[in-house]
């Protein structure tokens, strides 16, 4: 039986939204994306918990 890792980072959209020497914008757009992906994770893994999720 294969072991399967999760991943919730995403390495280069958490460099670009938290990292010193970027422009305000891409920041932004990079913390926007990182927020729009765990939303869209944690809708998908709604049904699959027991309690409901959303």
């Known amino acids: 039986m294969a072991h399967m890792r999760t991943t919730t980072r995403v390495p280069a959209l958490?460099?670009?939204?938290?990292?010193?020497?970027?422009?305000r914008t891409v920041r932004v757009l990079a913390r926007c994306l990182l927020r729009a992906r765990a939303f869209a994770r944690d809708l998908a893994l709604a049904d699959h918990v027991p309690y409901g999720g959303y």
Do not use: F, I, N
């Not at 958490?14 to 020497?21: F, K, Q």
């Open 14 to 23: 958490w460099t670009a939204a938290y990292g010193p020497h970027r422009p």
